[in-house]
């Protein structure tokens, strides 16, 4: 599964993360990695813009980015 | 003095601008890094007989640079001199700040590490064991707090204690199969004569690992390059084979990221989890209410921007005005003193008018992106933009250009991606500024019924954005076409701004404005004035001066405003507008409403005045009665709606265009950003006087 399929407040356990460069380092640098506990914060009402939280820190993503993000509970 | 030279590096909302501000007796100097349009913060501070500088980079997230700021920050770690680097983490989100860390250690330069804020993650029960840290990372490790001023002195003492070394004593390795590698390659690269180093060998062999195009750039041209080349080929392969990986810059990702995870395990007693955030998210991000309440700040922040901001405008408008008369009276009389005084001053003026203006909105904007609201906006629009090709942060340049497109265009600066700033710019210009509002209304109450007028002004600012939405789309689709376009974004945590930074950021941004606008102004100033000037037809003014003594006293103003028509016609500005007359004639413009239309790119409002000068009724503003009818015989219906059409598209003023070109340094896109709005405008304006003419207006 990946974090589009999370429900707001769930967590998860970062498997894989598919990007292309440079949007990948960019995921990096936020601590979207792999090992990372993620948590599903919010999204808007059409789920087009997700926000997460790694360690710490909220971060933003498209659907797209989002989509790219592999979970594991 | 003996000299210390140190750089204060680190990842975005760490705070380092407020240690900056923390340091006791620091002297802040405020510049641009060489040919960017970034600003370079340095201080000078004196301790023990030592002179410290230290140059504050703008924030980095990875050496893997990606915004231009980034680049900026990176060259000048890479290349240029220094003695200490000194990296601000901030503790509430420590795994992440070391992941920037430990690719800062691999240049094994003298290394000083700030954890910053530790108050916060103090107050919530967290603690960092600073001994410890230090000893895993091998470089000296502060605990600070730049709002209780807690250990921002220590910074300078540990700086004064470390410069003299030659490497810093990290011991960070990673796993042995990628230390292999690097060992393998160094020895490649130490054969070259000009790498010495084995540590700075170290580094450059990792950059490359990481496909470092700066760092590919330098070993190009090395004559151990096709080795180097060939074996970082086979070094990657097998490094991916081994970690089966698809890129090597994934391995040291993970590698870094599992060594920060263990290091922050060891050292670090976590705090409880943080609610105040999550609280205020609920509501301010909620799906339902979060639009709203967004709006509502909106309207706010432009009603106190505009309703404030014009309360000084008019003594500002009244000292300048005074000013002139002042020294028109004490110059001597001739070309120097009117080429001064209506030229070089008044235009000035224009821009410091907008000074109150530009300062409340930035003081707005700064203040939402401080206390970390301005990435909820992003957040809350960028499914609705992202229609047209814009990121959400690109709102408040869009918003701030129905006041002004010069405070807009450097509001744009909130755009971190280089593509959607340039689009964003891009349309800037159809957002239809308050200076054109003048215009509007007098070419409204002379050629529409009153009844409608409020419709259509209504329709007239809708229309442009609406333009600049589908301008963006298509821009993006034909001119960034298949690139693309992320949008990851630290949503920072709330915090309340400190007023020191507030003013210290308001004070750098009037400086630079002042002395941009400044400088461009003064110097378009001259030309139109030259323009419109010259050249001097003595004896035309003779003659009419003959005939206005002679003439009764009601006719004396009507004559004085003939002369006024007819010097303008005589000048290059009166003799360019007849010239481009052939191109504005399928419009149906006559050379006046041409240059109108020139003058305009001087200042919107100055269109209502030229047309007053051109059609012979002297001073006039836009309620002028005299003026309207004389539009309204010279001018047809559908040649005033092309006008329309024209100023709402056409480009913005010198003042704003100067601000363009300021802000984006690369010729071809200035060259595009001047010629497009006017074609666009001419054609559509074509398009609309030519249907109004098929529907027989």
């Not at chain 2, 510049?31 to 004196?46: P, W």
């Not at chain 2, 990481?210 to 086979?234: Q, T």
């Not at chain 2, 229609?387 to 600066?413: D, E, H, N, W």
């Amino acid at each position: 599964m990946n974090v589009t399929d999370m429900k707001i407040g769930d967590q998860a356990i970062i498997k894989r993360v598919r990007a292309q460069e440079p949007v990948k380092s960019r995921l990096f640098a936020m601590g979207i990695a792999k090992g990372n506990r993620i948590k599903l914060l919010d999204h808007t009402l059409k789920k087009q813009t997700w926000e997460v939280e790694v360690d710490g820190t909220r971060v933003a993503l498209r659907d797209e980015e989002a989509k790219g993000i592999e979970v594991e509970p | 003095m003996k000299k210390i030279k140190a750089v204060m590096v680190g990842q975005p909302n760490v705070g380092k601008s407020s240690i900056i501000n923390a340091i006791s007796g620091a002297r802040l100097h405020v510049g641009n890094f060489a040919g960017v349009t970034v600003e370079k913060k340095e201080v000078e501070v004196k301790k023990d007989g030592w002179d410290i500088q230290i140059v504050d980079l703008p924030g980095i997230y990875s050496l893997n640079a990606y915004t231009p700021e980034e680049h900026v920050a990176k060259r000048y770690l890479l290349f240029e001199d220094y003695d200490v680097i000194i990296n601000v983490v901030d503790a509430n989100v420590l795994q992440r700040n070391l992941v920037f860390t430990l690719q800062l250690l691999d240049m094994r330069k003298p290394t000083i590490l700030v954890v910053n804020m530790i108050d916060e993650v103090e107050e919530k029960g967290g603690s960092i064991d600073r001994e410890k840290l230090s000893e895993l990372l091998g470089v000296p490790v502060i605990l600070t707090s730049a709002k209780e001023r807690r250990g921002v002195d220590e910074i300078l003492d540990r700086l004064i204690q470390i410069h003299g070394q030659k490497r810093c004593g990290c011991k960070i390795y990673y796993n042995e199969k990628i230390e292999e590698e690097i060992e393998r390659l160094s020895k490649i690269l130490l054969k070259s004569p000009h790498f010495t180093d084995y540590d700075q060998a170290r580094f450059y062999v990792i950059r490359l690992l990481e496909k470092d195009e700066d760092i590919y750039k330098i070993v190009h041209d090395l004559p151990i390059f096709l080795e180097l080349h060939e074996a970082l080929g086979e070094s990657m392969r097998r490094l991916c084979l081994e970690f089966d990986a698809e890129d090597v810059r994934d391995i040291f990702a993970d590698e870094r990221n599992a060594l920060a995870r263990s290091i922050v395990m060891q050292v670090m007693v976590l705090p409880q989890k943080e609610t105040l955030t999550d609280k205020i998210d609920k509501v301010l991000i909620h799906p339902v209410f979060g639009l709203p309440i967004f709006l509502f700040f909106m309207w706010a922040l432009f009603q106190i921007t505009f309703e404030v901001g014009s309360i000084p405008m008019e003594y500002i408008d009244e000292t300048i005005t005074n000013f002139a008369a002042w020294l028109r009276g004490i110059l001597p009389p001739g070309d120097f003193s009117s080429a001064i005084t209506d030229g070089v001053i008044p235009a000035v003026g224009a821009i410091l008018m907008f000074l109150p203006n530009i300062l409340i909105l930035f003081l707005g904007i700064n203040l939402l992106e401080q206390t970390g609201y301005m990435a909820r906006a992003a957040f809350l629009l960028d499914g609705f933009l992202k229609k047209f090709g814009l990121q959400g942060k690109a709102f408040i340049p869009l918003v701030s250009g129905f006041g002004c497109t010069v405070p807009a265009y450097m509001a744009a600066r909130t755009l971190k991606n280089p593509k959607d700033r340039l689009i964003t710019m891009l349309i800037l210009g159809f957002m239809n500024c308050s200076a054109r509002l003048p215009v509007y209304v007098l070419l409204i109450a002379a050629f529409f019924p009153t009844h409608n007028a409020g419709n259509v002004l209504f329709a007239i600012y809708i229309g442009g954005a609406l333009l600049g939405l589908l301008v963006a789309k298509v821009l993006r689709m034909l001119l960034f076409k298949g690139e693309p376009e992320p949008f990851v974004m630290e949503m920072p945590p709330y915090r309340f701004p400190s007023l020191k930074a507030l003013g210290m950021e308001l004070w750098i941004k009037a400086k630079i404005f002042i002395k941009k606008a400044g400088t461009f102004i003064a110097s378009a100033a001259m030309i139109i004035w030259f323009l419109s000037s010259y050249p001097k037809n003595e004896a035309l003014v003779q003659s009419y001066q003959q005939r206005i003594e002679h003439a009764a006293p009601q006719e004396r103003k009507e004559l004085q405003n003939e002369l006024q028509a007819r010097l303008l016609e005589q000048s290059y500005l009166g003799q360019i507008g007849k010239a481009i007359e052939p191109v504005f004639s399928p419009l149906g413009f006559d050379w006046r409403l041409s240059v109108a239309t020139l003058s305009g790119l001087a200042a919107k409002e100055i269109i209502v005045s030229t047309l007053a000068t051109l059609y012979a009724v002297g001073e006039a503003d836009e309620h002028s009665t005299t003026l309207i009818s004389k539009l309204r015989e010279n001018i047809d219906f559908k040649t005033a709606v092309a006008l329309i059409v024209i100023i709402m598209i056409y480009s913005p003023c010198v003042a704003a265009m100067s601000t363009f070109y300021a802000e984006i340094p690369q010729w071809a896109w200035r060259a595009f950003y001047t010629i497009y709005p006017n074609v666009l405008a001419w054609i559509l304006a074509f398009g609309v006087y030519n249907l109004l003419k098929f529907l027989g207006y």
